[in-house]
């Protein structure tokens, strides 16, 4: 899951950013309204963080002006204070949730979790077979164990679960996966999936490649009961 955090003051930006990247986000700042605005009209993201208060184009006109683009892609309002007039007018122009400064970080995480769902329309918690991929924990377990996996091959998994039964392109899982400050090796995609594959084998869970088009998780049967 790729976030575009729109931020301008750097020291909330820089501690936000840590903490999505730790748990497994890809993140992409930027400090102005039109920096967003550009960024968001390359439709690479899948949920935005958008300050109101920023230099040049405010906040709010840049959830317009994606509204008018007609993305649905999920919106949180950041305020520097909670003005009702702000917190209306957001909703209003199609925000999907918004925190009033200041803010704990666990509270953000929770509303970026809720709203990713919603746009996913999955449960908290992804089963599959015999394993279960909690989105809030961010952890994966089979039959209840722990399976320990790097963040990036948390989000690899993610992004393959989210969309089981379907093939997800190579160019999908590098968007999704990296940020622009990302390097992204040549092969870079090849050898999370090697790397993930093994670490599910053991667990009935298979990863198959579709030669020129991208990988694919079948979809599991439910266990009866
Ligand atoms: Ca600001």
Same mark, same amino acid.
């Given at each position: 899951m790729r976030i575009l955090l729109v931020e301008d003051d750097k020291v909330l930006a820089d501690a936000l950013t840590r903490a999505l990247v730790q748990s497994a986000y890809a993140v992409d700042v930027v400090a102005t309204g039109e920096q967003a605005d550009q960024a968001l009209a390359?439709?690479?993201?899948?949920l935005a963080i958008l300050?109101? !208060?920023?230099? !040049?184009?405010t906040g709010l006109e840049v959830l317009k002006r994606l509204r008018a683009r007609r993305s649905v892609m999920p919106v949180l309002m950041l305020t520097a204070f909670d003005t009702l007039a702000d917190r209306v007018r957001g909703l209003d122009l199609g925000a999907d949730d918004y925190l009033a400064k200041p803010f704990d970080l666990p509270e953000l995480e929770a509303r970026v979790r809720a709203l990713l769902r919603r746009g996913a329309q999955t449960t908290p918690v992804i089963e599959h077979g015999a394993l279960t991929f909690d989105t809030v924990a961010r952890r994966v377990f089979h039959a209840g164990k722990p399976v320990e996996l790097s963040a990036r091959e948390l989000a690899l998994l993610e992004l393959l679960l989210l969309r089981e039964g379907r093939v997800v392109s190579k160019e999908h899982i590098v968007n999704h996966l990296y940020g622009w400050n990302d390097e992204v090796g040549a092969n870079a995609i090849e050898v999370y999936v090697y790397r993930l594959r093994k670490k599910l084998e053991p667990y009935g869970c298979e990863i198959r490649t579709i030669r020129g088009m991208g990988y694919l998780v079948e979809r599991s049967h439910a266990p009866a009961g």
């Open positions: 390359a439709q690479v993201h899948d300050d109101i !208060g920023l230099p !040049g184009m």
